[in-house]
Every structure is written in structure tokens, then in C-alpha cells.
């Protein structure tokens, strides 16, 4: 009986410890960064800028609001490296999702300290897409063959770097572009999220954030960012910066 007993209490701690925790986050609109709309070019400068004024004081995180259904590989590999080099002088990173974290958003995702989303925000990890204009050569086709298929071990890499999932269940997902609900995604992938919930607060207050991309021009999520076909994003991954 007593060994039943302490069976039992073993198994609550250890189902509780699995669980996503159920404290609020409240964001802080003075260290605050919105992607909200595609990854692209225009933005990587003003995000860079904002970083290095944020990266002064390490005591606090910064807040990165994640809004956005990806974009270019280039512009948010830049991103990256600059959150990286900060993350090693001491700076952390509170990512959020709010909306949709697809595509070239969802890596970014991959390089934060903390992540918190909305229950039914969507996310999306998939292959590398190249939007090619002009003539289509065989020697031109091999070359994006082969570019396309290091992007995409580059992109595994973060994946199994940093999701708590086995490799052959990320390839699958990778390869048939699973379209993800963050509440479903807590149980397949236990303790990649913080929180997960609808007690976020300022996740919607952009009026006093530090800097909200979607006043750098281009399209938000609100105007028709997102394309839908038979329920998958289209979502314009380029390995040259070029298109959305």
C-alpha cells in the first residue's frame, strides 16, 4: 500500500513537471520587437539598431513578438546571427507567438531562451523554396538543386538543435509541412514552449513597443499576409533575398 502510495506521488510530480506552467507572462512594451508580416530584407537594419539599443541593459530580456508567416532565409538568418551574437554577451531572448510563427518564423523561434504563444497560434517548419524568375537551364536547376538541399540540412540542424522531439518525427513533419496548433504541439513536443495560454499581457499593446515591423512597409497578417492552399502556407522561403 505504501508503495502504491509513493508510486502515485512520483507520477503526479512527474506528469506536472511535463506540463506547460500555468503563470501569466506579461510582456514589457519599452523592450518589446514586433515581426509582424513577412521576413524580408527591409527589416533586418531596424531590427539590428533596436537590438544593440535593447543589448545595453542585459537585467531584462528582450520581448520578441513573433507575428509573421516567414519570409526570406537570408534576411532571417541575419536575424539570427545577430540574436545569437547578443544571447553570447549575456542578453536573453522571451519569444511570443502570436498569430502564426511559420516558415523562416518558426527557425527564429528555435533561437530564444523563453517561448510563449497563444494556444491556437499556428506553426510550421518546412523545406527551403527558391521563386526563380528568367530562363530555367539544366546547369541553372542543378545549382538551385544543390543550394537547396544545404539550406535545408541548415535548417534540420536548428531543428533537431532545438526541438524535443525525435529526428524521423521532425523529418516528417519537415517533409509534409505539417501545419501545427501550438496547443496540439505541447503534447508532441513537451517542454519546448513556457507557456502556452491566453494570459500573455501587452501581447496585443504595439502602440509603446519599441519597434513593430509592420510600420517598415509591405503587408501585415491583418491585410492578407497569409495565402491558404488546401491548408498549408505558402510561404516564400528564398535562399537569394529576393520576393516574400
Known amino acids: 500500500m505504501m508503495g502504491q502510495i509513493i508510486l502515485a506521488i512520483v507520477s503526479f510530480f512527474t506528469m506536472a513537471a511535463s506540463t506547460v506552467a500555468l503563470s501569466e507572462v506579461t510582456l514589457n512594451p519599452s523592450r518589446t520587437i514586433v515581426i509582424n ?27 520578441l513578438v513573433i507575428a509573421s508567416p516567414g519570409g526570406s532565409v537570408v534576411a532571417g538568418y541575419l536575424i539570427i546571427d545577430k540574436m545569437e551574437a547578443l544571447r553570447n554577451s549575456g542578453v536573453k531572448f522571451r519569444c511570443t507567438v502570436r498569430q502564426v510563427a511559420a516558415s523562416m518564423a518558426f527557425q527564429m523561434l528555435l533561437h ?9 497560434a499556428f506553426l510550421l517548419w ?8 528568367g530562363a530555367l537551364t539544366a546547369d541553372v536547376a542543378k545549382i538551385a538543386a544543390a543550394q ?10 536548428d531543428l533537431y538543435a532545438s526541438l524535443p522531439m525525435k529526428k524521423a518525427i521532425i523529418d516528417w513533419h519537415f517533409t509534409n509541412e505539417t501545419l501545427h496548433h501550438a496547443k496540439s504541439l505541447v503534447t508532441s513536443c513537451p517542454g519546448f514552449f513556457n507557456y502556452v495560454g491566453i494570459g500573455i499581457g501587452n501581447l496585443y499593446n504595439d502602440s509603446d513597443v519599441v519597434l513593430n ?28 533575398g529576393k520576393g516574400n
Open 148 to 157: 537547396l538541399k544545404d539550406t535545408d540540412e541548415i535548417i534540420r540542424a
Open 126 to 133: 518546412h523545406p527551403v523554396r527558391i521563386f526563380f524568375q
Open 112 to 120: 530564444c531562451d523563453e517561448r510563449n504563444t497563444t494556444p491556437y
Open 37 to 63: 508580416g513577412p521576413i524580408t530584407g527591409n527589416i533586418v537594419g531596424p531590427i539590428s539598431d533596436a537590438l544593440d539599443k535593447l543589448a545595453k541593459d542585459k537585467s531584462q530580456p528582450v520581448d
Open 213 to 240: 515591423t509592420a510600420e517598415l512597409g509591405g503587408f501585415s497578417l491583418q491585410s492578407g499576409g497569409m495565402v491558404y492552399i488546401h491548408e498549408r502556407f505558402i510561404v516564400g522561403n528564398t535562399i537569394d
